[in-house]
């Protein structure tokens, strides 16, 4: 569960953070990033919590960091895009991009989780 609602409050974060560079102020964004930010840490945890109890107790430690690299690398390696978007189109654009296409996983990921976790007994 909170997989699933990590993803959908992280993907609220990314929509005011877009809103508030889009109307420019600094009164939205502050709150968007911090709600980012919440939704975030509820998306590794469930992640992390999803990872341990999948895996056998002599195998733990190997999957918590297995999970640790690929959220490490999945995190950063869309940076490079950003970047590359914001040369040519310029901040705004790349972060509505950004917001776009990681909200649409976050949405789906999430709705996924909330629907595997509702039918199972």
Request: charged share 5%; proline share 3%; net charge positive.
């Amino acid at each position: 569960m909170t997989l699933a609602i990590g993803a959908l409050v992280q993907t609220a974060g990314l929509a005011t953070l877009v809103l508030g560079l889009a109307i420019d102020r600094v009164g939205v964004m502050l709150p968007a990033v911090l709600i980012t930010g919440l939704g975030l840490a509820s998306v590794h945890r469930g992640g992390i919590g999803l990872s341990i109890k999948a895996t056998p107790a002599a195998r733990k430690g190997w999957a918590i960091s297995l999970f640790l690299g690929c959220a490490y690398f999945a995190a950063n390696f869309p940076v490079i895009g950003f970047g590359v978007v914001a040369d040519h189109l310029g901040m705004l654009a790349a972060l509505i991009s950004y917001a776009t296409l990681f909200g649409l996983l976050l949405i789906g990921s999430g709705c996924y989780a909330l629907l595997k976790r509702l039918a199972l007994p």
